[in-house]
């Protein structure tokens, strides 16, 4: 059964990296599936991918990708029509919706990816009451004008199922991949990788963004109590893409509590670069109060990382056995958990390998077919 699917790829670009990833690695995946749909990318030209090049893609896949420009940007009034007409004239099954601020009335069924709902399950997270209701309304216009929702965890499926009282025949759990990239390094790779990189011998790593609901300040006092409390003296690298309203908070709170000199923000890492960062971590932690999946655990995991992380939301749906967990909300226990990783590092290592295997996007791309397929006979 051939199956023309619409993919809205206006997201690969600077100011969506999360999304831009899964868009990437998911047309990439769904390219390579035998019986694969044919996809049309919408992409605004003025916004390269950042990252990831849609035209290499194509390139690679020229019967199963078409590139399709379009001038209307991701929030603006214009997508709320330019993008009808294209949409009407292709012989699509579904639209596919990655982000759920969206042109929302199309001409056919439209499959939106939900990651988490954040503003809703920790408020404090939106720093304006406009902008919380600014998301309260699209949020709720895209889950009633969706046919299907694809949740990326349970967890979040079942936030979106109870907070939004969304019928749960309308969402599809479908988890994220780790790209075949994310894997060890041997000790002359790791050799190589902390002399480009200028690396610490020892380090603890978090990578995502710094926003306050990733609990960092938290991260910072746990990491001066595991030093204080007779910890090994190494380093804590912060990386990943800077929310420059909150970077200065984070430094100011490392000087003032006096670990400036033991913590590096290393600010956003190349794709090409990332694995190896990862790869010669002596232990990866991710305090974060709130994830709709939690990406960063997976691929730490894979490049054989140890891994700490908080208790909540979908982190232990993610990280299963192969992760010692903790509190977010108790520096403590963090710190408490920080030395206790360390000491299973090996064990760690072992299950994280195995617990990654079990995440590929070939098999995201698998199930999300199966949801495109699941329309096949609707009006």
């Known amino acids: 059964m051939d199956i023309d699917i619409a993919l809205d790829a206006r997201y690969v670009q600077e100011h969506f990296p999360g999304i831009g990833r899964y868009v990437y690695h998911l047309a990439e995946a769904l390219a390579e599936l035998p019986g694969g749909p044919h996809l049309t990318l919408f992409y605004n030209p003025a916004h390269p991918g950042h990252r990831f090049n849609l035209a290499e893609l194509a390139d690679r896949f020229p019967t199963r990708i078409t590139l399709s420009p379009v001038t209307a940007r991701p929030f603006s009034l214009a997508e709320q029509w330019q993008l009808f007409r294209p949409a009407r004239q292709g012989r699509f099954r579904a639209w596919h919706a990655p982000f759920y601020i969206r042109p929302y009335c199309l001409p056919l069924p439209v499959v939106l990816t939900a990651y988490d709902v954040i503003s809703a399950r920790l408020p404090a997270a939106m720093n304006s009451r406009k902008s919380r209701l600014a998301f309260e309304i699209t949020t709720r216009l895209a889950f009633l004008t969706s046919r299907r929702i694809i949740a990326i965890s349970q967890a979040a499926a079942g936030d979106i199922q109870r907070l939004y009282r969304v019928n749960p025949a309308k969402i599809r759990v479908v988890p994220l991949g780790v790209s075949k990239h994310f894997k060890p390094l041997d000790p002359a790779g790791q050799q190589e990788a902390r002399a480009r990189l200028n690396l610490p011998q020892r380090y603890l790593l978090y990578v995502g963004i710094n926003k306050p609901h990733k609990n960092l300040a938290r991260l910072l006092e746990a990491f001066k109590l595991y030093r204080e409390q007779g910890g090994d003296p190494v380093k804590l690298i912060l990386a ?3 929310d420059f ?12 509590i006096g670990i400036m000199e033991q913590v590096e923000f290393r600010g956003e890492i190349t794709e090409a670069d990332l694995p190896a960062l990862y790869a010669c971590a002596d232990l990866f932690v991710f305090p974060s109060l709130y994830e709709g999946f939690g990406l960063p655990v997976l691929e730490a995991m894979a490049c054989g990382t140890p891994v700490a992380c908080a208790d909540n939301s979908s982190l232990p749906e993610v990280a299963g056995d192969a992760a010692v967990l903790f509190p977010a ?6 710190a408490a958990s920080i030395a206790s990783a360390l000491q299973q590092a090996p064990e760690l290592r072992r299950k994280g390998l195995e617990r990654a295997r079990l995440f590929s996007w070939q098999r995201t791309a698998e199930m999300t077919l199966e949801v ?7 009006p």
């Open 240 to 242: 990943g893409k800077e």
């Open 245 to 256: 309203r909150y970077s200065g908070d984070l430094r100011d709170k490392a000087r003032q």
């Open 372 to 378: 495109y397929k699941s329309l096949a006979n609707k």
């Open 329 to 334: 909300g108790d520096v403590a226990a963090q």
